[in-house]
Every structure is written in structure tokens, then in C-alpha cells.
């Protein structure tokens, strides 16, 4: 199993972006965290209240998962981290079912 971690702007990007990766069939599901995030940017330390979209896919669907998020995401770069998990057989079981 992959999961992938994105930060989206706000709870409403991450919501757009989760609901379109599960309409392609692109991922199994999608949680959806608030954290605050410091980072640098443009010269500056950025002090920011985001999301996270932690999301459960195969690995064959990454690189499709990226041109999505990419497509509606509104940062200039966002972040698709992508975490290799395992899980208990049965969910890893549902998971293959649900994307495709």
C-alpha cells in the first residue's frame, strides 16, 4: 500500500482534491488533518495554518495522483509525499478493490 501526504491550502482545496481522486478511482480513501506549518519561501520563514490530505492508493497510481494534484492544486509547488505503508490483510485487500 502507498499513502500520500498532501497540504492543501484550506479544508476546502483538500476537500476538492480528495473528492476528485476518489471519483477517478485513484485512491481507496482520504483523511483530512488542520496542522500549522513553518517553512521557507521566497526568501522568507512563512508561519501558515494548512491541511493535510493523507491518502490510501497503489503504487502504479502515484504519478497519477501527482498530475491531479498538480492540476487543482493552488500552490505554485505542492507537496505529494509519498509514504510506503502496510496495513492489516484486509484492509490492504479493500484498498486494491476500491482504486483502480
Not at 521557507?40 to 492508493?57: A, G
Amino acid at each position: 500500500m502507498t499513502l500520500l501526504y498532501i497540504t492543501c491550502k484550506d479544508k476546502q482545496e483538500a476537500k476538492k482534491i480528495s473528492k476528485q481522486l476518489l471519483e477517478k478511482r485513484l485512491i481507496a480513501c482520504a483523511n483530512m488533518f488542520p496542522i500549522e506549518s513553518m517553512y521557507w519561501w521566497e526568501e522568507k520563514i512563512v508561519n501558515d495554518k494548512e491541511m493535510v490530505v493523507l491518502v490510501k492508493t497503489n503504487e502504479k497510481n502515484v504519478g497519477k495522483i501527482e498530475e491531479e494534484v498538480k492540476k487543482l492544486h493552488s500552490y505554485d509547488i505542492p507537496c505529494v509525499l509519498k509514504i510506503k505503508g502496510e496495513a492489516n490483510a484486509e484492509f490492504e485487500a479493500w484498498v486494491s478493490k476500491e482504486v483502480k
